[in-house]
């Protein structure tokens, strides 16, 4: 195999599984790898397809187009380093805003508990999805998440149409 070619991977064929603290990936009736981790292709657009597998050493094993045909234990597993990799708080509600010399100062409630992210350069750091949700990174790289707002309650909406 070149290093140009995709391999597309078989759900039916894999089995995504920990032994001794390690994830191991084997492909049955081929071959396994002592060390596998999980990346999403498209992690913003299409979280749940095109799950690339890497090995210890960064390289592609391969391409799982549909991880929904694993067994239950490798699908677990690939759920779990998934969300430990793509950690995203995501908001649930506003506790304040404020614009000051350039940069946006947020105060929010997250699924992970109360953040505090300060935004500069709002147009490189605020990326809107096509779903309405919004990804914003703040100055120490962190990613949040903000929902459509008018799935934010009433203060949360008031707050963010003020501050911004």
């Given at each position: 195999?070149?290093?140009?070619?995709?391999?597309?991977?078989?759900a039916n064929q894999l089995r995504y599984f920990r032994h001794a603290g390690i994830s191991r990936l084997t492909r049955i009736e081929d071959r396994s790898w002592?060390?596998?981790?999980?990346?999403?292709?498209?992690?913003?657009?299409?979280?749940?397809?095109?799950?690339?597998?890497?090995?210890?050493?960064?390289?592609?094993?391969?391409?799982?187009?549909?991880?929904s045909g694993l067994d239950s234990e490798s699908k677990s597993l690939l759920d779990e380093e998934l969300e430990l990799r793509y950690f995203v708080p995501r908001v649930t509600r506003i506790v304040s805003v404020k614009e000051e010399f350039g940069s946006v100062y947020w105060t929010a409630e997250t699924t992970r508990g109360r953040m505090e992210l300060v935004v500069r350069n709002l147009k490189d750091n605020v990326f809107d999805l096509p779903d309405g949700r919004t990804m914003v990174t703040d100055v120490d790289g962190n990613r949040v998440e903000f929902p459509p707002a008018d799935e934010l309650d009433a203060e949360s909406r008031g707050i963010l149409l003020r501050g911004t």
């Open positions: 195999m070149s290093s140009t070619e995709l391999t597309l991977l078989e002592c060390k596998a981790s999980p990346a999403r292709a498209f992690p913003v657009s299409d979280p749940h397809h095109y799950i690339a597998f890497l090995d210890g050493d960064g390289k592609d094993i391969g391409l799982l187009v549909d991880p």
